[in-house]
Every structure is written in C-alpha cells, then in structure tokens.
C-alpha cells in the first residue's frame, strides 16, 4: 500500500517528507518511486512542527508527510493533540498529502487515545493500517482509508499491479471481526505486551544509565534509543553481534545519513527474561564502546 | 511479480519487447516502469521470430521479452518447439532476459507438451507461474524461477515492498500439492474445460465463419478472434453490450494501438449453452457492423 502511494503521489522530481527516524522501508519505498526524501527530527512529542513549517515557508515544496503517529516506528513516540492539529492546517495551507500509517494505534498500553489525523482532515489524509499487528502478519490484510479524489486512481494502480489481494484472506479477518474475537484478542496482546514494555524500560534503565536517553512509549512495539557516546554503526552492529544481539541498523531510519548512535529496540516478541538479558548485553557493548 | 520484474529490469530508456497481441497487464506494468514497450506480431505457430531476429539485427536493443509460450493471453497460441530453441538463441547472442509467463501451461486439453524456454535456457529465462489457474485466484500464490544473476535483487524488491507474501496460503498450496490433490484437480478442470473449448470452436464455425478467423488452441482460457470487416473497437464494444455481451476491449492487448478487430474469447467459466447463446450473439453484432 505504501509502494502503491509512492508511485501514485511521487515523480521524479518530487519531495517526501518523513519523520527522522522514520520506518526504514518507507523510506527505501519513497526514494525507487524517485522522491527526494526530507526528514524532519522527532521531538519528545513528535514531530518537529516548527521545523516542519520553516521548510514549508522556505520554499520546500513536499508532495507528502509520511508520519506515524501512534507509537512511532521506530521510536514509539505519539504525536501530542496540539501538533496534530498544526500538521493538518499546514498540509491544508500548503496543499500536501498526509500519509497516517496506524499499524500500533490500537496497541495501547496505558495513557489516553488522541484523535487520528484522518478524523482531523479527511481531505488531506491517507490512512493506512492492517491487521498485521492484530491478528497474524502471515496473512497480508490492510487498508487505506484515501481521500475520494484519490481512491479510484490507488485501485486502479492496485489491480494493475496485483489484480486483487487475496479474498480468502479478507474473508478470515472478516470472519474474526464478525465473531467479535478481534476485541478480545487486542485486549490478550495489551495484556501480554505492557508487561514486556515495562520490563524494556526497567532494563533500560538498570543497564544503560548515563550511556543512553531513551523513549518511554505507552504503546506498540518499539522502544527508541539514543546511544550518548559517539559510536560508528558498523562497531556497534559487529560487537552486537559478537555478543549473540541483533540489532536493526540504525542508519536505515535516517533519511539524512544520520543515526550511528540510534538503536530501535523491539519488545513485543521476547519474554522477560530474554530482554533483561538482552538489555543487559547492550549495556556491556555500550560500555565497551563508550571507553 | 511482474511488476517486480518489471521494474528490477526495466528504466526510463529501456525497450521491452512483447507479443503483439499480449496480456494487457503486462504491457500497462511495463510502460510504468519507463519502458517503451515493442510489439513482436503472433504467427499460427507462435512469435514471429523473423521478425524479432530482424529488429534485433536493425540495432534494437532489448533488456527482456515477455512471453506466454503455452497458451498465450490472449491468443491462446502456444510457441512451437523450433522457435523456442531460436527465441533463447537470440536471447544468449543479444542479452537479453526472456520472462516465461506460464499460467495455463498445466492446463492443455490435447497435443503434446513442449519443453518450458526455462529447462532450454535457465540463465536467460525468468520463469514465473502460478496456482490462480490451478487451485484458486483468491490465494495470489505464484513463484518465479529465476537464474542465480537475479534472485537476490528480486528478493529484495519484494521484501522492500510487501515484507513477505501470505505464509498462509503458501500454506495451503503447500498441503493442497502434498495431499497429492493438485494432479486429480488439474484432470478435474481439463475435463469440465475441453468441452468448453470445443464448443466455442463449433459455436465460431457456425455463426461467425468468414466474418472472422480465429486460432483453435490446444488449451488454456482464450480462443482469439480476428474480424474480417474493418470495425472500430468502440462500435464493437457498444453494440456488443447492447446485446448484453461483455467484451475487453482488444486494443489493451497491442502495444502499438492496433487492435480493433481483435477480440478475446474466455471459455473456461461459461457453460455450454452460455458459449453457445454468447456466440451466437457476437455473430449477429458482427454480422450488423459488416453491412
């Protein structure tokens, strides 16, 4: 869906904007459908908006804003209310597209809800989700609530692409949610996953004090950290490495070149004890590095 | 797949070279890659490789040829087997890639099987095919095999778009071919297709002869029709909805705005009588356009 977006929105001489750091494949996405990819820096509540208008004022004249929302990829980190309504008012000022990408709104674990972009600016919002995260990523289903002035355009690029996604697929996420098992389900993931958060942030903060500043995310599924010593991504991938750790490059998320020092730390996955032990081996890489 | 081939192979300034006619598809998926698509006319007997070799000669320079050797979409022409000892030639001595498009390949109703352009020349040939003919079009399950030189850019291509197909309904073809149901299966559909096709083949003798000439494939989905008269497609289509005929509009299938006069019989999913009342009808919208 974001390749589809891509190349219905971008052209050659055409400029993206995404957060920085940013979902690497939607970077990578952007860039082969030909787009100049900006990055604007995440604050501690999301995107820099400031900067974002700056560049709009500037001159820089972006087709689209990729931006996550909800418990950020790969930071974890949420819009605040107030840059939500700033983003939709200068998309609407400037004529931009906004890309809401949902996959982890519905994965909260503590905190309040704010309103989606889409609700705020359907004119101007592409939303996308998919059920990846809620149900099984084996089964490939999402969706993109466009604009109309969109809509039939990204299912004709769609069907000439692919002719139709697996029905079989659709029929079993529709079955689930019909059986009213999708609820359910979300509040058993929450269950399972706030604990894993808490225990990533305890870790964090047992092992890597004074080494690192980190996101404290109410939701999804990643913590973001920021490495404090001056550190080369390769170092710190081949040490990780060599202490059975692995880590996504950092350098992936960065649009600019940037992000050395960034490491995302997924938690959903592992059980308590696997990231005690896996927070406690960044610790001593970390500090083998730092010295 | 194709559109991952496509743009794995295909830039601004490349040329690709199709059958004339072709799958529709394939020819819109092409061009939005950036190549400029060359049709290659279709003889009895399938590509006319004079003509290919010709082209080559005068300087053409092709990254690939897209093909449907068996069966072709939307002739159901099937490459004879001189040719395809002369097509890979000509793809080792120009390199070029040959993509072996090979849907209804299984599905042939008499005659002998010829031998795929992969097993003649796998360092040339992507061969792609799939399970929507053979099991179900609501799984989207298919495959390409493609030589060494290619796999791991392919590969990328996909994970950087989709991440991964439906493990799922791998799954499925997986258990459907172990359970040893996909050749009982095949059998299954060649027996409900054949009479199919033979119907179409009389209903054409009887209502459409010398208004039209048309090939009588060995397999596959499509009978392809040629009208006699000069006609404009958009007459054709009107007056064929008119009588409640849903025709594709056979200039989707000529890369070089050709097409007129070439329509596309699908007579897989039609019962017999069906066949013969839709037939029956094209004759007589035929026969009203020729006077």
Request: include cysteine; proline fraction near 6%.
């Amino acid at each position: 869906m974001q390749d589809f977006c891509a190349r219905l929105l971008c052209g050659p001489d055409s400029i993206a904007f995404v957060e920085q750091p940013s979902y690497d494949r939607t970077v990578t996405v952007l860039r082969r459908a030909g787009a100049e990819v900006v990055g604007i820096p995440l604050e501690a509540d999301g995107l820099d908006v400031d900067r974002l208008e700056k560049l709009l004022k500037d001159g820089k004249r972006p087709v689209l804003l990729y931006l996550v929302a909800d418990f950020q990829n790969p930071s974890g980190i949420v819009l605040s209310a107030e840059k939500r309504l700033r983003v939709v008012a200068l998309a609407r000022q400037y004529g931009f597209w906004i890309i809401e990408d949902a996959p982890y709104r519905r994965l909260r674990y503590r905190g309040k809800e704010l309103p989606t972009l889409l609700s705020l600016a359907p004119d101007r919002v592409l939303f996308m989700s998919s059920y990846s995260k809620l149900i099984s990523p084996g089964l490939r289903v999402g969706y993109v609530v466009s604009p109309p002035a969109l809509s039939a355009e990204l299912a004709k690029m769609a069907e000439d692409t692919y002719i139709n996604p697996s029905y079989f697929n659709q029929a079993i996420v529709y079955e689930f949610i019909q059986r009213q098992w999708l609820e359910p389900h979300i509040a058993q993931l929450k269950a399972l996953y706030h604990p894993r958060l808490d225990a990533m942030l305890s870790a964090l903060e047992h092992h890597l004090s004074g080494l690192a500043t980190w996101t404290r995310p109410e939701g999804g599924f990643f913590v973001g950290v920021t490495l404090e010593a001056p550190v080369a991504a390769d170092d710190l991938l081949s040490e990780a490495r060599a202490a059975n750790l692995v880590l996504t490059d950092g350098r992936g998320f960065f649009a600019n070149g940037d992000g050395d020092r960034f490491v995302r730390l997924p938690f959903c996955a592992l059980t308590l004890s696997e990231i005690e032990e896996g927070i406690a081996r960044l610790g001593a890489v970390v500090r083998g590095l730092s010295e």
